[in-house]
């Protein structure tokens, strides 16, 4: 890929949790990889961050130690280790004994939320983010801008509040997951006494690495124009909706686009038979692959509906059952759940599979490359969301002809449109949406979709290619964040933690 240098080119630290292929199935980890490429594209000096998990390192070819850091207050160190997703974008893992050689799945808890050990790695994880912010981490380099995403990284923003020397900071907010800690859980951090003192941590007695992030960061991001009109309007959005609510005129609501190199039927290295708009018909060899690889129990006519499971979406899978118990008997369609790890979360769809033979399909440990060949298989991606549906998610299936069935929430808005029959017969429907979180309109979403499906192959054919021709490029999502960081860089805010 050419290169396309910027005039200013900033020297940028990207921190994050997850990673595209290495970390997961997660927006987040496709925002990461999708983004970092982008500005490294342009011309930045992006460096990446990481917790250096031991798949992570397994994947890399190569990985050199460049320094040890030791932790401020504490007797622990961490390594620095070096190694390049592509040979303009330097990758660096925090690696640091004990705490990322593990499994992520034993970090989640049986309810797929994160787990209070999670306190400590990650906030050993931000403090080394924060020495490196200001060159102290023994590489000599040192950022203009600090770009941290999720809860994982938030602590590093506050760490560097009083610092003199500190870059520019941006925070993105990716979902509502927002865990708090108790004050024992983060003793073992050493975290100085000012940052303690000045309560801007503390929520309800805990300790929140996100609170402190949202008071201190120079700006804050969302991942749509949506979710943060959303946020400004519903204090029940978000858990800490009101301190958002306060920051608006430092907050951005940024679509996150797709990195087409990447999601895109026409080259996907994953898939049996690359297809476009034009070539449509050729996706049912995928599906072919598919049945083979999981032994799907699929007759021709079954409606395909792909449903994925994370440790975002855990109050999903009783919806989706209650889903199988009102479809009528011989409805012909099958539900295939991709979950990235097992968990009891699941539990009410294994009981509905073994109610339901031949209705539902569940296959947890669905790897990233299988990910792509059920996207690339299936009919309809099913989105139903309790919190917020995944846009990334809903951006892939338009991209390889597989319309969502997805209840109707900001953060979708400007993404995906009704299938009414006005719609279908101006030819700009794209999906099925429905608007509120309960078993009745889920079926009715469904119901039409199944109706739809049932036509004429040429109607369905012609609303997923409909779907294809959106375009969400992430260089567009880069554009606007390059702004942000100006803006950032521009408009520091003071906050004193004394």
Known sequence: MNRVLTPNPYRILFASHAIQSLGGLSDLAA?????TTALSTMGHDVRLILPAYSALLSALDSVTQISTIKLPGTHRGARLLQ???SPGLPLYLVDIPGQFDQPESQYIDENG???PKNALRFGLFSRVVALMAINQAGINWQPELLHCNGWETALAIPLLANEWSRPATVYTLHESEQPQFRGDQISALALPVELLKSGILERQGRISYEKGTLLTADVLALTSAGFREEILEDQTSHPLAHLIKKRRDQLYGIPSGLDYQYWSPTTDRHIEQHYDSTSFELKKLNRQRLVSELSLP?????MLIAYLATSSNTDNPALLASLLESLVPDAPLHILVAAAHAGPALQPLLDSAASHPGRISIHPGITEPQWHRILASS?????????HPSAHQAQCALSYGTVPIAQTTASLRNTLTDATPANLLHGNATAFLYDDATLEPLNEAVSRAMACHAKPAIWWQKLARQGMDQSFPITETAAQYLECYQAAIDHPITYSLS
Do not use: E, V, Y
Request: charged share 25%.
């Open 298 to 302: 699929l007759n021709d006519r079954d």
């Open 83 to 85: 190694g390049h997703l």
């Open 379 to 387: 009919d309809c991606l099913l989105l139903p969301a309790t919190r």
């Open 113 to 115: 939320r994160p787990q």
């Open 31 to 35: 925002f990461t990889s999708a983004m």
